[in-house]
């Protein structure tokens, strides 16, 4: 099945590695016409595309953004095996992956998480210096006079604001502040924490913050969570520096050395992230450690509170629905979760050429374009909520958890959809579909004469072509 095929991602028209492909040896490669092609053919296919880019992205933009649009806009990265091509370069690893070289990419979707543009940078590029040419394509080349860009914390910095957002008219946008500075505006006293009493969601503004409105948003749920997971670390923290103290005071092999013992207790303090909750006296014969009761306090009085930070006028775009549209960020998020691991692998890239390195980025951009509108077709026949309407209706706030619809319930609860079908995963689904073949049949009594004929597709598959809108034709 075709579908199913172009998204495997055992199917690569080509890598840097093998050949020949295992699309060409399928009925995929003679639909597509690549059963002849080679490496080299499919490699200038790649340049051509690469070349391309800025067309195919402004018809996207066309498609899918309008004058006054929310723009989200977020980054990842992606870590290399070798060492030859000049984009992988050390920098900070989102994967966790220590001592190799990587290569990072900002996408660009529109409010409901659908790809528009993507941009490929050096590994050890800084996260706010990708604003500038993001905004660039929003303004330029896709010819947006007004666009609201939302992004998070660590990519609309207050210098990135000033600098790159503000200076452009028409350009607006969303963000949140750090952690210190809503720290900064409880003391000062121009956030009440006392008002979340009655209500998790207030405007309020701040003379730092000229012509922009701030949004505080309390989070029950959030406090309760971050709660727990500083609990658990302080505690982890605590048995690795009892450790240390009792070395320090055992029989055999005592630890001594106040340098020895602050390197091990620096050690611990870097795995947990939480040396700020401590009191900690190193001396050269003894070590003892307590908790701060005040700093953890402190914290924990900011559990569940975050702070938006935007400079649309509340007539463009009320509190709730400015919320929301940061809380959007999270499609992109889904997004990279779908390149990275889930269904379309962008790893391992395999090219060495900086422009190769960017047509494969680019096509697996369009592989998750491609996903995307499958998804929204398929939603039915899939563990998808496909009533989101009702979903959104039952939340209290836009700042409370989201809610799964009555129907999406039902269909976790049953494994079946209201027509009674099986629920399918998405990968599921497509395994399904690709086991719809195309048989070659030859006569016995005439071994010259052949035809070919398509299996009959399954209810479900039907169901899925007809939602997919594809028609079952040789």
Same mark, same amino acid.
């Given at each position: 099945?075709?579908?199913?095929?172009?998204? *495997?991602? +055992?199917?690569?028209?080509?890598?840097?590695?093998?050949? $020949?492909?295992?699309?060409? !040896?399928? =009925?995929?490669?003679?639909?597509?016409?690549?059963?002849?092609?080679?490496?080299?053919?499919?490699?200038?296919?790649? *340049?051509?595309?690469?070349?391309?880019?800025? +067309?195919?992205?402004?018809?996207?933009?066309?498609?899918?953004?309008?004058?006054?649009?929310?723009?989200?806009?977020?980054?990842?990265?992606?870590?290399?095996? @070798?060492?030859?091509? $000049?984009?992988?370069?050390?920098?900070?690893?989102?994967?966790?992956?220590?001592?190799?070289?990587?290569?990072?990419?900002?996408?660009?979707?529109?409010?409901? /998480?659908?790809?528009?543009?993507?941009?490929?940078?050096? /590994?050890?590029? @800084?996260?706010?210096?990708?604003?500038?040419?993001?905004?660039? %394509?929003?303004? +330029?080349?896709?010819?947006?006079?007004?666009?609201? !860009?939302?992004?998070?914390?660590?990519?609309?910095?207050?210098?990135?604001?000033?600098?790159?957002?503000?200076?452009?008219?028409?350009?607006?946008?969303?963000?949140?502040?750090?952690?210190?500075?809503?720290?900064?505006?409880?003391?000062?006293?121009?956030?009440?924490?006392?008002?979340?009493?009655?209500?998790?969601? !207030?405007?309020?503004?701040?003379?730092?913050?000229? *012509?922009?409105?701030?949004?505080?948003?309390?989070?029950?749920?959030?406090?309760?969570?971050?709660?727990?997971?500083?609990?658990?670390?302080?505690?982890?923290?605590?048995?690795?520096?009892?450790?240390?103290?009792?070395?320090?005071?055992?029989?055999?092999?005592?630890?001594?050395?106040?340098?020895?013992?602050?390197?091990?207790?620096?050690?611990?303090?870097?795995?947990?992230?939480?040396? %700020?909750?401590?009191?900690?006296?190193?001396?050269?014969?003894?070590?003892?450690?307590?908790?701060?009761? #005040?700093?953890?306090?402190?914290?924990?009085?900011? *559990?569940?509170?975050?702070?938006?930070?935007?400079?649309?006028?509340?007539?463009?775009?009320?509190?709730? =629905?400015?919320?929301?549209?940061?809380?959007?960020?999270?499609?992109?998020?889904?997004?990279?979760?779908?390149? %990275?691991?889930?269904?379309?692998?962008?790893?391992?890239?395999?090219?060495?050429?900086?422009?190769?390195?960017?047509?494969?980025?680019?096509?697996?951009?369009?592989?998750?374009?491609?996903?995307?509108?499958?998804?929204?077709?398929?939603?039915?026949?899939?563990?998808?909520?496909?009533?989101?309407?009702?979903?959104?209706? #039952?939340?209290?706030?836009?700042?409370?958890?989201?809610?799964?619809? $009555?129907?999406?319930?039902?269909?976790?609860?049953? +494994?079946?959809?209201?027509?009674?079908? $099986?629920?399918?995963?998405?990968?599921?689904?497509?395994?399904?579909? @690709?086991?719809?073949?195309?048989?070659?049949?030859?006569?016995?009594?005439?071994?010259?004469?052949?035809?070919?004929?398509?299996?009959?597709?399954?209810?479900?598959?039907?169901?899925?072509?007809?939602?997919?809108?594809?028609?079952?034709?040789?």
């Amino acid at each position: 099945m075709i579908v199913a095929r172009l998204l *495997d991602p +055992q199917s690569k028209l080509a890598t840097a590695w093998s050949w $020949p492909p295992d699309t060409a !040896l399928t =009925s995929l490669g003679q639909t597509l016409g690549v059963t002849a092609a080679d490496a080299r053919a499919l490699y200038h296919a790649m *340049d051509w595309l690469r070349r391309r880019q800025p +067309q195919l992205e402004m018809a996207l933009a066309k498609r899918h953004l309008r004058e006054g649009t929310l723009a989200l806009y977020d980054l990842t990265s992606t870590y290399f095996e @070798g060492h030859t091509c $000049p984009l992988a370069q050390f920098g900070h690893s989102r994967d966790g992956k220590k001592g190799k070289v990587q290569i990072v990419f900002g996408l660009v979707c529109n409010v409901e /998480g659908c790809p528009v543009a993507v941009e490929v940078f050096e /590994g050890n590029t @800084g996260d706010p210096t990708t604003v500038a040419p993001v905004i660039t %394509k929003l303004r +330029q080349r896709f010819h947006l006079r007004r666009v609201v !860009l939302v992004g998070d914390r660590g990519l609309l910095t207050d210098a990135r604001i000033r600098e790159d957002l503000k200076p452009v008219e028409g350009l607006d946008w969303i963000t949140a502040l750090r952690h210190p500075t809503v720290r900064t505006l409880v003391d000062s006293g121009a956030l009440d924490l006392g008002e979340f009493a009655h209500t998790d969601l !207030l405007e309020l503004t701040a003379p730092s913050y000229p *012509d922009e409105r701030l949004i505080a948003c309390y989070n029950a749920t959030l406090a309760d969570e971050r709660g727990r997971t500083r609990e658990a670390l302080l505690q982890a923290t605590e048995r690795e520096l009892e450790t240390i103290a009792q070395a320090t005071t055992r029989a055999k092999r005592r630890l001594t050395g106040q340098d020895h013992i602050a390197l091990r207790v620096g050690k611990v303090l870097q795995r947990f992230k939480v040396g %700020k909750h401590f009191t900690l006296e190193i001396s050269e014969a003894g070590f003892h450690y307590s908790r701060n009761l #005040q700093s953890i306090a402190a914290e924990a009085a900011l *559990d569940g509170l975050y702070v938006l930070r935007t400079s649309v006028a509340a007539e463009a775009l009320d509190t709730a =629905s400015t919320v929301r549209a940061y809380k959007s960020l999270a499609t992109v998020e889904r997004a990279f979760r779908s390149l %990275k691991t889930v269904d379309l692998a962008v790893r391992p890239i395999g090219h060495r050429l900086t422009e190769r390195v960017r047509a494969h980025v680019l096509l697996c951009m369009v592989a998750y374009y491609l996903e995307w509108h499958m998804r929204q077709a398929l939603a039915p026949l899939l563990c998808d909520d496909d009533d989101k309407a009702m979903a959104e209706a #039952q939340r209290s706030s836009v700042v409370a958890p989201a809610q799964r619809s $009555p129907r999406a319930r039902r269909k976790a609860q049953t +494994q079946q959809t209201d027509d009674g079908r $099986p629920v399918h995963s998405f990968q599921t689904l497509l395994r399904d579909l @690709g086991t719809i073949t195309k048989n070659q049949i030859r006569f016995v009594h005439s071994p010259l004469e052949t035809t070919e004929m398509l299996t009959t597709p399954t209810p479900i598959q039907q169901r899925a072509l007809d939602l997919l809108q594809v028609p079952l034709k040789l």
